[in-house]
């Protein structure tokens, strides 16, 4: 497939059949109550509607943000070899990364202080990401919930488009994935004063004398924050 790159399109482009608003997230899932408080936990949320069969959870002045459908009831109504295959494939999404389907939600927090916020405040209510990644033109802070879907929150590196044609890393084009980050060892760069340039930069937290963990080798090491 041919590679495009089309900086023009940043912050400068709208479909003439785009929909106003990303609206909500819905899940299927068996795992109905600790799906329920992931989220509730993650982002604040409270439930609009609750039962047994659905909840519509809502952290903002919309209706709902994120519904949770709990399958559990059809999961039972399965015969034995329905039942057992069903198993084997939650049990085996839950082990093993998958490679196709949805990779991840994301939701952005700016400006960068928020998102520091954010990450501690989470962290003092024990939640601690599975990845934290530098992707070049915004910095994320991945979570996993109970059913092993990656949830992403994460800062604009650019408020212009200006701004991003001129100071997108060099190496986008060729490595769009980016670089494993320590979020604590930025968050001490924020603090001793580091202009943004620097807090934006790949490979930023990266021990002297050490390589960058980046692009797919950063997707399947997703802890490791640099190699030797």
Request: proline fraction near 4%.
């Amino acid at each position: 497939m041919n590679k495009i790159f089309k900086k023009n399109l940043y912050l400068n482009f709208k479909s003439d059949f785009s929909p106003d608003d990303f609206h909500h997230i819905a899940f299927k899932t068996t795992n109905y109550k600790n799906m329920i408080n992931f989220y509730k936990n993650l982002f604040g949320c409270e439930p609009l509607y609750q039962s047994d069969l659905i909840t519509f959870l809502a952290y903002d002045d919309e209706h709902h943000r994120i519904a949770i459908a709990n399958t559990s009831d059809v999961l039972n109504k399965l015969n034995f070899i329905q039942k057992i295959v069903m198993k084997l494939k939650i049990f085996l999404n839950k082990k093993i990364p998958s490679i196709e389907g949805l990779d991840h939600i994301s939701y952005r927090i700016n400006p960068i202080e928020k998102w520091f916020d954010f990450y501690f405040k989470a962290k003092e209510r024990g939640l601690s990401p599975l990845w934290t990644v530098n992707h070049g033109w915004i910095s994320g802070i991945y979570y996993r919930d109970p059913d092993n879907n990656l949830v992403e929150v994460f800062f604009e590196h650019f408020s212009t488009a200006k701004e991003f044609k001129e100071n997108i890393s060099p190496d986008f084009e060729d490595e769009p994935i980016g670089t494993n980050m320590d979020i604590e060892v930025l968050y001490e760069m924020f603090k001793s004063g580091a202009d943004f340039s620097e807090l934006i930069k790949k490979g930023n937290t990266v021990p002297d004398g050490k390589k960058p963990v980046s692009g797919l080798d950063a997707v399947m090491n997703m802890r490791k924050k640099f190699n030797d």
